[in-house]
């Protein structure tokens, strides 16, 4: 194992480990790193100790010796409002490249990766790739409802209407004080729950581990197996580059068009699959998700909060509902194939156990999983959109946006940052038939944000959720619903022509057709040579802005980002 042969090499670390409470007999075992973001950050970290320990169990009770490690990650809710948003990107780097410092630069035999949310799975997933070494990746979990089926998501719907003066301010602090009633994922499939799913999905978790809600004793046990598990993958060698192929990641893709996931992993997954040498197109996304119909009624999209989800018989559920696509064949963190494991699954009362749950909340499993044949939507969540405005694509959840706009012209209104913009639509100066540009919040101009507050203001609108766009280079929560378009590349701060429109341009959103354009000038429709002219004459004159930021993480990170349709990652 490589930890005995580097023993050899750095006669100290016996020492230094012995120093550390290690014991004679456990040098001489498989070494296993346990790598959580436990901390008090946020409610989907501050759980991660318990299972940390039992992980721990595992390794220890199976013959190993577990050490563990923490790079504590950041929350996008705690961000919001606020310039820390523009942080949240770049931590998913900063907490891969920490892990793969912890795992390489001290000899391990393999690895447990514990985490639950937005960029600490992603950030866990691309050291995996990037470490390459036998490894378990294990989701922390969700959080329950609260009173009333309350989940986070909703608050920023609460907060829009409580700015409007529609609720009370004794109303909207009821909401947030009920909102997150235990620790986990946030209980809806925002990002921190689409990746957890697609972990399972790629393999590299244990099956039926994603969204397991943190008060089920389950959690626990598999944490606990997953330690005994990265004992025998230390053995058999049997590393992430031979799970996570270009199958596997069809696969997640698979299911995330069936869960109608956030638009989020079109930044994870391009991130994961390139730490393996492995590119996924924007195309790739978008072929997927119009032949896998959407199947999961769970927030935002659905109706039921994402507690219900694993319950319901989570991952290999809907896995099973989609089986005929899927790859089959491709090998599992287990050792078995994934076709393998959902036999497995079957065979061993997997479901029955989820469902128990079921009866007390008055809910099928099939209110939750719809069945292949009856789908809520015959394609799935997202398209991905291209014309003159958006050359290398731009990304939207048509799964959350009113019919009304699946083929509109609209008139752009233009904004540099997001804040102008969250007080033109809650001042009213945003109207029906309009197009909201936010720009320069692509990865080199901020750091790509969220526009989370600027999407509930319109979707939480009567007048403008069915009759107004949200247009950006930046990106969206997972929680997002409503009509918005992000990804837009090449970005604003690259010249892109998004950078380029002009208040009073006619936009022409089209998603069955996948196009967004520039399609006229001051209300007036021109022809696309004409078009091509003015895009032409615009970026004659247009000028560079100097960089947002000069030092610090930010700095580095918004010089050396890719663009986000090909995954926001540094090179």
Known sequence: MRSQELRKLAPELDSLRLGSGWSIDDLGKPQIIVESCYGHSHPGSAHLDKLVEEAGKGINDGGGKAANYYVTDICDGEAQGHDGMNYSLVSREVMAAMIEIHAKATPFDAGIFIASCDKSVPAHLMAIARVNMPSVFIPGGIMKAGPDLLTLEQIGKYSARFARKEITEEQFMAYKRDACPDCGACS????????????????????????????VHYLKDITRRAGERAIALANEELLPSEIMTYEAFENAIMVHAAIAGSSNSLLHLPAIAHELGITLSPGLFDKIHQKIPFLLDIRPSGYWPGEYFWYAGGTPAIMEEIKDFLHLNVRTVTGKTLGENLDVLRQTGFYEGCNKYLPALGVKASDIIKPLGSPIRKQGAIAVLKGNLAPEGAVVKHAAISPKLMQVTLTARVFDCEEEALQAVLKKEIHPGEAVFIRYEGPKGSGMPEMFYTTEAIASDPELIETVALITDGRFSGATRGPAIGHVSPEASEGGPVALVEEGDLIRIDIPGRRLDITGVAGLPQSPEEIDKVLAARRDKWKQPAPRYTNGILSIYTKNSVSPVKGGYMF
């Open 188 to 215: 809806f499939m925002g990002t921190a729950s689409t990746m957890q799913v697609i972990a399972e999905a790629l393999g590299i978790a244990m099956p039926g581990s994603a969204l397991i809600p943190t008060h």
